[in-house]
């Protein structure tokens, strides 16, 4: 299938690993310019060879999206790379921090939700713009099924639950202007240096018990199955998904609601 979007530019965040760098690789192999941004640049640069290199349109922004006057930062420098417009963005930056504490104080709930929800609305302001001028976007937010049901820390799942409902809202505002935004939930994915690669070499009974009680597939879920839905979600095919909350977790959630 010809997903439509071939030429155009995009900007992925949090993209150095896991299912940022999925996405990102998923974006280029449709004919996506991309432009990637992460804290690390030893990643980034692999990540950019690995997509075909700068002589195909794909950039690389090191920057740590958390530090004060990052997005202000992060606009000046597509300026400066000469980028624009950005017709595509994926929200990928999130986690838990490691705050696992449902009575940590309330600079530790800041941190999380500038983490998973700050960052993302500040580039949206400034970024939707160009995108309503040309009658032509798509933004994707990478949440988690941990923001329809109890799957982690209480902070984590109480601003995944914000973003959600934020990109749900959002989707319907620009619904009429040609951009459409959408989440997508991901439940459990086996990342390489990630939660569950860690698990399974410390824990592994654990590990086993959990896909066979908690996941119907009875496995983990792989970055490209995300990176691949969302690419699609990306395209010219995906513009009745106004607003839509699509859950890729192999069957490991539960409810019902919320779900387009």
């Avoid at 030429?7 to 299912?19: K, P, Q």
């Avoid at 349109?57 to 999206?65: A, K, N, R």
């Avoid at 999130?94 to 940590?104: A, Q, R, W, Y």
């Avoid at 410390?202 to 792989?222: C, I, N, W």
């Amino acid at each position: 299938m010809d997903l439509g979007i071939r030429g155009r530019r995009a900007l992925v965040t949090g993209a150095g690993r896991g299912i940022g760098r999925s996405i990102a690789l998923c974006l280029a192999r449709e004919g996506v310019r991309v432009v990637v941004v992460s804290r690390r640049a030893r990643d980034l640069n692999t990540l950019v060879e690995d997509m075909g290199g700068a002589q195909a349109g794909h950039l690389s922004v090191p920057l740590d999206l958390m530090s004060t006057g990052a997005p202000t930062r992060l606009m000046k420098r597509l300026k400066a790379l000469d980028v624009s417009p950005i017709d595509i963005v994926i929200h990928n930056l999130g986690g838990t921090l490691e705050i696992s504490d449902p009575f940590c104080p309330v600079s530790d709930w800041r941190k999380v939700w500038r983490f998973n929800l700050e960052v993302a609305i500040d580039l949206n302001v400034r970024l939707l713009p160009s995108m309503r001028r040309r009658r032509w976007g798509r933004v994707v937010h990478i949440s988690s099924i941990a923001s329809m049901e109890n799957h982690g820390p209480v902070t984590y799942c109480a601003v995944k639950a914000a973003l959600t409902a934020y990109a749900r809202s959002l989707g319907r505002v620009l619904a009429s202007e040609g951009v459409v935004v959408t989440a997508v939930l991901p439940g459990a994915i086996f990342t390489k240096g990630g939660y569950w690669d860690l698990a399974a070499q410390t824990r592994p009974d654990h590990v086993k018990q959990y896909l066979q009680e908690r996941m119907a597939s009875h496995r983990f879920g792989q970055p490209d199955e995300i990176g691949s839905a969302v690419a699609f979600l990306c395209s010219e095919q995906a513009s009745f998904f106004i607003g839509s909350i699509v859950p890729i977790d192999g069957g490991q959630g539960r409810g019902y609601f919320g779900q387009s």
